[in-house]
């Protein structure tokens, strides 16, 4: 889902080039819709009926243990007939995390709560290091409730590792952002 202009995701703050070659390097294919928050939920069922109509029978999320997530997402794939699949659901966070890591992903802190997390975090590396520093931050050190947010550019799923230029942070409605794109989309 991405803001209004199409331009940039609508949680993360990521250039759409940058999602694309996230979705190239994994070798899956990627729908976008752009939508206000007060449009989310009504394009993504759109987008849910297409998939539906298209033959898709299920979708997969990523919640852990969060109802309130859990439930929207039951919610509206109720509405379009489409299974929810949650592989994560009450699974140890910190179990998960150590997985990911040891799996070989490679994750980079993208966005953080300015009141949960100091700017310094943004660019940060997923590793056991940056989450023993998130524990003593306080922080619950998958992000699960928002805290942090990343973007994914390495493991063994990837056909190859997307490397990022970043750009500077911004902060912007009480969060703070690494701006950044893809090495390869700059010229």
Known sequence: MMAEDGARSRSHG????????????????????????????????????????SGIKAGVFGDIDIDSHREWVQRVCALTDITPVHPLWKRDRRELLDEFIGLGFKAIIIALKHDKLGKKFLGRAINRETVADLEKAGVDAS?????????????????????????????????????????????
């Not at 694309?20 to 070798?27: D, K, M, T, V, Y």
């Not at 056909?159 to 409605?173: A, P, R, W």
């Open 143 to 187: 992000g699960e409730s928002g805290e942090y947010h990343t973007i994914v550019t390495a493991g063994p799923t990837f056909s190859s590792d997307i490397l990022l230029e970043t750009k500077g942070q911004v902060g912007h409605n009480g969060y703070w952002f690494l701006k950044m794109e893809s090495e390869q989309n700059t010229g």
């Open 14 to 53: 990521l250039p759409k080039a940058l999602i694309e070659e996230q979705a190239r390097s994994l070798g899956i294919p990627i729908v976008f819709r752009s939508a206000s928050w007060e449009e989310y939920e009504g394009v993504f069922i759109s987008a849910l009926r297409e998939f539906r109509e």
